[in-house]
């Protein structure tokens, strides 16, 4: 199966060194100061469980791709979709499998008006990356897990093919039957996590450390949940309770990718990841308070106008 991985930033890159470590065929769409970063140096994992270079990744830039591939791994920002499926179109041929991997949801609609639902796949990844100044991928943990199914629950023969593609390859490739209720319950924690530790500019342990920080991080849980229930996926409780764990862990260093890039004064995806589950929120239930989503969505949307501000 031949695999196109749209960018190698930190999950892309993560995934996609991963895939062609494993002997994968795997080419990434890069942007050219990308692509020229990648020819001279490789591309370099760093890693908790053993870091590794690959060290001629076969790179294309958009233009220059030859024809379909069978399999596309869209990771690209939120902020940058619409410029990526421009790019990646040529890849996408009748036969080829789209899978994303952004957080939220509002990718999916995007994907199937350009290249049909018939094309796009669900998936999620759960691992806490970044990429360095120096283009290096950054592994900040051992969590490292690609999940993916067919949107309606089948176990096709292509799904198959994509799980053999994924299985070994030095991460944890999980095909699920309900991966639309699974990329729900990811966005509802990344939601929660981005949120609360963008908002107090801490970790899970700081928070919970301060007077009621506890209850800002279930409270925050609590409207997202409720705004998956009333689109109709709602969490499980063993879900639910796991979160609840994570998010309230006293000492935790955990934080959100989203309070990686404002310290770093990146580009952020607020509107994507908060201002969309928001919005669903106001569609399923008028009336229904969220306080804290709509504070830190405020602080946010700040955020990113001080930066335009500052750097234009
Ligand atoms: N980082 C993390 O720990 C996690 C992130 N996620 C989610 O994964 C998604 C991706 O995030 P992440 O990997 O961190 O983001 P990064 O910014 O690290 O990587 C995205 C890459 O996409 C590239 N890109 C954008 N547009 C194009 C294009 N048209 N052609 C080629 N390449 C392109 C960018 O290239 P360029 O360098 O040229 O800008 C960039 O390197 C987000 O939705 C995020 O929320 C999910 C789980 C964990
Ligand atoms: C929740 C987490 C850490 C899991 O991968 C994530 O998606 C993010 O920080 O963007």
């Given amino acids: 199966m031949r695999v196109l991985v749209v ?53 294309v830039t958009a233009g220059t791709i030859p024809g379909p591939f069978d399999l596309v791994l869209l990771s690209c920002k939120a902020y940058d979709l619409a410029g ?88 944890t490739a999980r095909l699920s039957d309900r991966i639309l209720l699974e990329m729900w319950e990811k966005w509802v924690f990344l939601a929660t996590l981005a949120c609360g530790t963008c908002l107090m500019r801490a970790t899970v342990g700081d928070i919970v450390a301060a007077p009621g920080g506890r209850d800002v991080m279930l409270g ?3 409207e997202c949940r409720g705004i998956a229930a009333g689109a109709g996926q709602a969490p499980r409780d063993k879900f639910l309770e796991t979160s609840r764990g994570t998010l309230t862990a006293a000492g935790s260093g955990f934080t959100a990718s989203m309070l990686r890039d404002i310290e770093r004064g990146a580009r952020i995806e607020a509107d994507h990841i908060v201002g969309d589950l928001i919005a669903r929120g106001g569609k399923v239930d008028p009336g229904g308070a969220r306080p804290l989503l709509a504070t830190a969505y405020t602080q946010l949307k700040a955020y990113e106008a001080r ?4 750097q234009g």
């Fill in 84 to 171: 990526a499926l421009d790019d990646v179109a040529p890849a996408v041929g009748p036969d080829t499998l789209v899978l994303p991997i952004l957080n939220g949801m509002a990718h999916l609609d995007a994907l199937d008006a350009r290249f049909g639902p018939e094309r796009v796949l669900g998936g999620s990844c759960a691992i806490a990356a970044t990429l360095s100044p120096e283009g290096e991928i950054v592994q900040m943990s051992e969590l490292h897990a690609l999940t993916f199914g067919e949107r309606d629950g089948t176990r096709s023969e292509r799904i198959a093919r994509v799980a053999g593609v994924m299985e070994g390859a030095g991460f």
């Fill in 307 to 310: 930066r335009a501000r500052e």
């Fill in 7 to 59: 960018g190698a930033g930190a999950t892309g890159g993560y995934f996609g060194a991963r895939l062609a470590e494993a002997g994968r065929d795997v080419t990434f769409l890069v942007r050219e100061a990308r692509a020229a970063r990648l020819a001279q140096g490789g591309l370099s994992v760093r890693s908790p469980l053993g870091s590794f270079r690959i060290g001629t990744p076969r790179t």
């Fill in 220 to 222: 925050l849980l609590d």
